[in-house]
C-alpha cells in the first residue's frame, strides 16, 4: 500500500479513473436500489451516475494524451488514506438516509482527492482538469446531502416519506411489536404459575426474569434467521431480531418487576394491573400500526392473554 504523495501524476489520474468509475458504479446501484420505493431520488443518483461518468471519459482522454492507452489498475485500497466504503448495495431495501449520507461523503472524500492531486501536479492541463472536477464534486456533495429537501417537491416528499414510514414498519414496528406480544404473553404462565406455586417473590423474580430473557433471546435468533430481508423487503435481520428481542424481553419484564416487593399480596396485585395495562397498550398499537380490526385485536391479545394468565395461576395453584 503506498502513500499518496508517493503516487505519480500517472498513477493520480490512474486512480481517479478507478474510483469515478466505482462511484459510478455505486450510484447506479443506488439508482436501481431506491427505484421501486423512492423514484425521485433514484432519479437523482441516476443523474449523478452519468455526471460521475463524463468525469470518467474526462480523465480518461487527459490520460491517453499523456502517458498512451494503457491506464495501470490503482485501487482504492491500494493506496492508504481513502476511506473504505460500506457495501449498501448489500442492504435491501436500501435505507433512504444512509445512502444519502454515504454520497455525500464519497463526494467530499473525492472533492479532497482532487484538491490535494491538483496542489501537488506540475502539469497544468493535469491541474487544470483536477480543480474543475473537485468543483464539480462540490455539487455532488450538496445534492447528496439536501436531496430531500431540495431535489424533491409536493407529492414527490410525501410519496417518499410514506415509503419510509412503510420501511420502519416492516424492520423496526412488525418486529418489535411481535416481540412484545409474545414476552408480554407468553411469560405470563410461567411467572404466576411459579408465584401461586411458592408464593414467594423472590422465586417469582426468578422465573420472571429467566422467563423473558430466554424468551427474549429466542424470539431475537427467531427473527433474524427467519428471512434475510431481500425479497420480502423486511430489512438487515441483525436489525429486526435486536428489536424483536429487546422487544420480547421488556414485554416480560413489565409484570416481573413488581416481584421485587417482599409482599406477596401487594406484588401479585400491581403485576396483574400491569398485566391488564400491557394487555390493552399492545391491542391497542397493534390496531394502530398493523391496521388489525379492534375486535380481532382484543381477540387475539387481551383474551388470549388474559387465558394464558389464568392457566398460569390454575396451574400455580393446583
Known amino acids: 500500500m503506498k502513500n499518496f504523495d508517493s503516487l505519480t501524476e500517472r498513477e493520480v489520474l490512474a486512480l481517479a479513473i478507478t474510483l469515478e468509475e466505482e462511484h459510478e458504479r455505486v450510484y447506479a446501484d443506488y439508482a436501481e436500489g431506491l427505484r421501486k420505493d423512492f423514484p425521485a431520488s433514484a432519479s437523482v443518483f441516476q443523474g449523478m451516475q452519468a455526471e460521475e461518468s463524463e468525469h470518467r471519459r474526462r480523465l480518461i482522454e487527459l490520460f491517453r494524451t499523456k502517458f498512451g492507452e494503457h491506464i495501470p489498475l490503482v485501487r482504492r485500497g491500494d493506496v492508504k488514506g481513502l476511506i473504505k466504503q460500506e457495501p449498501l448495495w448489500l442492504q435491501q431495501p436500501l435505507n433512504l438516509d444512509k445512502v444519502r449520507k454515504q454520497a455525500s461523503i464519497a463526494e467530499a472524500e ?84 411459579a408465584a401461586f406455586a411458592t408464593r414467594n417473590t423472590h422465586d417469582a423474580l426468578a422465573v420472571g426474569l429467566a422467563a423473558s430473557i430466554g424468551a427474549g433471546i429466542s424470539m431475537g435468533f427467531a427473527e433474524a434467521l427467519s428471512d434475510d430481508g431481500v425479497l420480502t423487503g423486511r430489512g438487515q435481520p441483525l436489525v429486526r431480531g435486536l428489536a424483536c428481542g429487546l422487544m420480547t424481553t421488556v414485554g416480560g419484564i413489565g409484570h416481573t418487576l413488581p416481584y421485587l416487593m417482599h409482599d406477596f399480596t401487594t406484588a401479585t396485585a400491581i403485576a396483574t394491573v400491569v398485566v391488564m395495562v400491557e394487555l390493552g397498550v399492545i391491542a391497542t398499537i397493534r390496531n394502530k400500526y398493523m391496521a388489525t380490526p379492534p375486535l380481532l385485536a382484543t381477540v387475539q391479545v387481551v383474551i388470549g392473554g388474559l387465558l394464558v394468565f389464568a392457566t398460569g395461576v390454575l396451574i400455580g395453584k393446583s
Open 110 to 193: 473525492m472533492r479532497r482527492f482532487y484538491l490535494t492531486a491538483a496542489g501537488r501536479s506540475q502539469d497544468a492541463s493535469i491541474r487544470q482538469l483536477l480543480n474543475d472536477l473537485a468543483q464539480e464534486e462540490i455539487s455532488h456533495e450538496h445534492k447528496a446531502e439536501d436531496l430531500a429537501e431540495k431535489q424533491l417537491q409536493g407529492p414527490q416528499l410525501h410519496q417518499e416519506a410514506d415509503a419510509n414510514k412503510k420501511l420502519f414498519l416492516l424492520q423496526i414496528v412488525q418486529p418489535g411489536l411481535a416481540g412484545l406480544m409474545d414476552g408480554s404473553v407468553s411469560t405470563l404462565a410461567p411467572l404466576f404459575a
